[in-house]
């Protein structure tokens, strides 16, 4: 491998060969060594360069790792992508295959394949121009949330860029401009336990908590609307629990946690102040993770050379998911999201396209050259 000016074929075999490696790690929260492991395997990939500095974070158990030209401390463009995945229940899950020009398997298009792209293009273009102002930046954490992986990188350690490129939302002719933002709020009930053959002696936490869920569902269905990009806010209750485990005793004591998605002008405060208006005072809340709904202003050349490349127009779109790209977008950063085609995420059937890989990174190669070459 020359590593430089790769025909189509080439760079097709080594985007595959790299998306694959990266699957078969698994990396997720719960297995921290094999996160370490892929970004051990990413530091492989990049210690052959000359001319480089590679910075290792950890916070809250978390690693990430920044790879910048030597001297250069700010780049221009910073490519970011993460290494974890969601969590599979059957370990056997994390393998892919090559099938009808796409790779299958977890994290195959959120985001091993994206990543791979990225870790491509900053190899060829540091070995093709090692002056040229790129970095690359590789978080674990954001499936979880992003706080302790680029969060810590931009709040604590301070990494600043002129524009970033996040390949973890949109499609190929489809740049996101806008994310919702995002609440996991849990909520907590109290009561008395008392044996189930004499309810009237207690009061049923549980049963306070379903009610109460019951309200909330309601509240949200009445802010539903007909966009077609369903752009209003919505609540999925995604767990409850009552530490409860006698079948004949009131439980004293549930919890559940809901996860709240919500665009412009709504914000954290108005959202958790019309869940508190909703459920009264009998139940506790408590914020586990927020965000504001982030604009990500990408640059209109990314645009304009999405459509040189591709040859279809391109659109901005806004999208229902949070991403890193607001810890950047906070600090005035401009994001530049969009991606591979991609599919069935998060489910064992997760694809991406090979050919529309190849596409990406001809754009992405586009931008880099007219950006930071000419
Ligand atoms: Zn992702």
Redesign the pocket.
């Known amino acids: 491998m020359t590593g430089i000016d790769h025909t189509h074929e080439e760079l097709r075999k080594t985007l595959v060969a790299l998306t694959r490696d990266l699957i078969i790690i698994p990396g997720t929260a719960g297995r921290p060594e094999d996160l370490a492991q892929g970004l051990e395997f990413i530091r492989n990939h990049m210690e052959s360069l000359t001319h480089i500095q590679i910075h290792d974070y950890l916070y809250n158990n978390t690693p990430s790792l920044v790879v910048l030209p030597e001297q250069l401390d700010t780049p221009e463009i910073l490519l970011c992508g993460?290494l974890d995945v969601i969590e599979h229940p059957d370990i056997r899950s994390y393998k892919s295959e090559v099938r009808d020009g796409r790779i299958i398997g977890p994290g195959a298009g959120?985001?091993k394949g994206g990543l791979a792209v990225l870790m491509e293009l900053f190899r060829n273009f540091h070995t093709r121009y090692p002056e040229a102002s790129l970095g690359l930046a590789v978080t674990t954490d954001?499936e979880t949330g992003g706080e302790s992986g680029i969060g810590h990188i931009v709040r604590h350690a301070g990494l600043r860029c002129a524009a970033a490129i996040i390949p973890?939302g949109g499609s190929l002719n489809e740049i996101t401009v806008e994310e919702k933002g995002l609440i996991h709020l849990r909520l907590i009930t109290r009561g008395h336990a008392a044996h189930a053959a004499f309810p009237w002696y207690g009061r049923n936490a549980l049963e306070h908590l379903a009610e109460k869920l019951d309200r909330i569902r309601t509240f949200f269905e009445h802010l539903r609307d007909d966009t077609e990009d369903h752009w209003y806010p919505t609540c999925s209750a995604t767990i409850v629990t009552a530490p409860n485990r006698t079948i004949n005793r009131v439980p004293d004591y549930a919890e559940a946690e809901l996860d709240i998605r919500f665009p412009p002008p709504h914000t954290v405060q108005s959202i958790v102040q019309d869940v508190k208006g909703v459920v009264g005072d009998s139940v506790e809340l408590r914020i586990i993770i927020s965000a504001e709904p982030t604009h990500l202003s990408p640059d209109p050349l990314f645009l304009s050379v999405t459509e040189e490349i591709t040859g279809r127009p391109a659109g901005l779109v806004r999208i229902s998911g949070a991403?890193d790209g607001r810890f950047l977008a906070h600090h005035n950063i401009p994001v530049m999201m969009s991606r591979p085609r991609v599919g069935e995420l998060h489910s064992d059937e997760e694809w991406i396209d090979i050919d529309s890989m190849v596409t990406y990174y001809r754009i992405c190669e586009r931008y880099l050259t007219l950006k930071l070459l000419e």
């Open positions: 993460h959120d985001m954001e973890d991403s």
